[in-house]
């Protein structure tokens, strides 16, 4: 298998019934241990054979397997695991088979007559006597791809590509990039897919995740904290369109649902537990005490409501029970720790129930793509920040890893 998310992994995930009955097969009969071959390798330096040559159903069990561990921990340390690892294991089958049919990205072998003579001797470099054999290789465009469909993934710059009646030339090395940000973007799809249903995938996915969670926390140890998506003071400027829009203030047929539904919820789970292993967790079981939801959450929460037009606590007093109520504290305005768990700590509404019921909140930009939830896309975006640093920190001659 080449490519998890390609033409011959979604026939064998149809050929299980989809997704779901797949991952409750696999909990079945996948034995944790076989999954987690697939992370150990990261720091190996060369590949087991019994990994890359894997057969086609057991490459998809295992592989899926981690996407439904995943599921508990979006865009944490686990992620940043399985990412790194997979793409390492895929991309070596892919250098070692010569051939890109069944990849999720259409790119094409290059023909001859694709580039014209001169073109292909300066770019190739084949008029450089000195450059040995392995050295033109990695110049020779040995790949093509419509230039529509390599705009969607491509984020480096466009002035050292050939780019010919269409179609953008790839070198291996650029095809290979090029397929490791669309396997990315398919990671990241099926995870925020598989968060919405977390809580009814068996317990064989709560078990495979904490192990992961054990090698991912070994593997990052120096930097745990950067990825781990655990509490942290709020990122104001990472927060989604729908919680900016709520924080400015809104209309009366808005405030409730802006106020008391969206931010009351986003805003307790992104500082005090962005990422929650269950929907039914309470706010005594990731605090101590109240001083976060005092003095860090709820003034936020009352700023954005005087924002309203009317403002929303002047006009409904009692609104401020209800948001104590949405917390998990019942409806007080004087609760203590040990009320948590009276009420339900109501988790953030998905994107699909935000745009059905309060459209005007719903102003998309480009992160919120694939996304489901605003709170994966808080995670997301620390997440992607703290992935380009390490990258600066890297290039400049830090820590490699």
């Given at each position: 298998m080449l490519d998890p998310f390609g033409r011959?992994?979604?026939?064998?995930?149809?050929?299980?019934?989809?997704?779901?009955?797949?991952?409750?097969?696999?909990?079945?009969?996948?034995?944790?241990?076989?999954?987690?071959?697939r992370v150990e390798v990261l720091d190996m330096g060369e590949l087991p054979e019994d990994v890359v040559n894997m057969r086609d159903h057991d490459d998809v069990l295992t592989f899926y397997a981690l996407l439904g561990a995943l599921a508990f921990?979006?865009?944490?340390?686990?992620?940043?695991?399985?990412?790194?690892?997979?793409?390492?294991?895929?991309r070596e089958r892919i250098k070692r088979s010569g051939r890109v049919s069944g990849?999720?990205?259409?790119?094409?072998?290059?023909?001859?007559?694709?580039?014209?003579?001169?073109?292909?001797?300066?770019?190739?470099?084949?008029?450089?006597?000195?450059?040995?054999?392995?050295?033109?290789?990695?110049?020779?465009?040995?790949?093509?791809?419509?230039?529509?469909?390599f705009l969607r993934l491509w984020e480096g710059s466009l002035k050292d590509l050939?780019?010919?009646k269409g179609y953008a030339?790839?070198?291996?090395?650029?095809a290979l990039k090029l397929w490791e940000k669309a396997f990315e973007r398919n990671l990241e799809r099926s995870v925020n897919l598989l968060y919405e249903i977390r809580d009814e995938l068996p317990g064989y996915y709560e078990e495979l995740y904490e192990r992961l969670s054990e090698l991912a926390r070994e593997r990052f140890k120096e930097r745990l904290g950067k990825f781990s998506g655990e509490a942290q003071p709020l990122r104001f400027e990472l927060f989604p369109p729908c919680v900016k829009e709520a924080l400015k203030g809104v209309p009366s047929g808005l405030r409730n649902y802006a106020i008391t539904v969206l931010l009351t919820s986003f805003l307790s789970y992104a500082r005090v537990c962005p990422n929650p292993p269950r929907k039914n967790i309470r706010i005594r079981?990731?605090?101590?005490?109240?001083?976060?939801?005092?003095?860090?959450?709820?003034?936020?929460?009352i700023e954005a409501g005087n924002r309203c037009k009317p403002p929303l606590f002047e006009d409904q007093p009692h609104e401020i029970k209800n948001i104590w109520y949405h917390l998990g504290f019942g409806l007080t305005d004087?609760?203590?720790?040990?009320?948590?768990?009276?009420?339900?700590?109501?988790?953030?509404p998905n994107c699909d129930k935000i745009r059905a019921n309060a459209p005007q909140?719903?102003?998309?930009?480009?992160?919120?793509?694939?996304?489901?939830?605003?709170?994966?896309?808080?995670?997301?975006?620390?997440?992607?920040?703290?992935?380009?640093?390490?990258?600066?920190?890297?290039?400049?001659?830090?820590?490699?890893?």
């Amino acid at each position: 298998m080449l490519d998890p998310f390609g033409r011959d992994a979604k026939s064998i995930v149809r050929e299980f019934g989809g997704i779901e009955a797949l991952l409750r097969r696999i909990a079945k009969y996948v034995d944790i241990k076989n999954v987690l071959k697939r992370v150990e390798v990261l720091d190996m330096g060369e590949l087991p054979e019994d990994v890359v040559n894997m057969r086609d159903h057991d490459d998809v069990l295992t592989f899926y397997a981690l996407l439904g561990a995943l599921a508990f921990s979006p865009y944490g340390i686990e992620m940043e695991l399985v990412r790194r690892s997979n793409a390492r294991i895929y991309r070596e089958r892919i250098k070692r088979s010569g051939r890109v049919s069944g990849l999720t990205i259409p790119l094409e072998p290059t023909k001859p007559s694709d580039i014209p003579e001169r073109d292909r001797m300066i770019l190739e470099k084949t008029l450089h006597g000195e450059i040995g054999e392995e050295e033109r290789k990695r110049h020779r465009l040995k790949y093509r791809i419509k230039l529509s469909s390599f705009l969607r993934l491509w984020e480096g710059s466009l002035k050292d590509l050939y780019i010919r009646k269409g179609y953008a030339y790839l070198t291996e090395d650029q095809a290979l990039k090029l397929w490791e940000k669309a396997f990315e973007r398919n990671l990241e799809r099926s995870v925020n897919l598989l968060y919405e249903i977390r809580d009814e995938l068996p317990g064989y996915y709560e078990e495979l995740y904490e192990r992961l969670s054990e090698l991912a926390r070994e593997r990052f140890k120096e930097r745990l904290g950067k990825f781990s998506g655990e509490a942290q003071p709020l990122r104001f400027e990472l927060f989604p369109p729908c919680v900016k829009e709520a924080l400015k203030g809104v209309p009366s047929g808005l405030r409730n649902y802006a106020i008391t539904v969206l931010l009351t919820s986003f805003l307790s789970y992104a500082r005090v537990c962005p990422n929650p292993p269950r929907k039914n967790i309470r706010i005594r079981d990731c605090i101590n005490d109240l001083g976060v939801i005092e003095n860090e959450i709820l003034p936020v929460i009352i700023e954005a409501g005087n924002r309203c037009k009317p403002p929303l606590f002047e006009d409904q007093p009692h609104e401020i029970k209800n948001i104590w109520y949405h917390l998990g504290f019942g409806l007080t305005d004087k609760p203590s720790l040990e009320d948590s768990g009276n009420s339900t700590w109501y988790f953030p509404p998905n994107c699909d129930k935000i745009r059905a019921n309060a459209p005007q909140l719903c102003k998309p930009d480009r992160h919120c793509r694939s996304i489901k939830n605003p709170l994966t896309y808080y995670l997301r975006r620390l997440y992607l920040e703290n992935r380009s640093k390490e990258r600066r920190k890297e290039e400049g001659g830090g820590e490699n890893g």
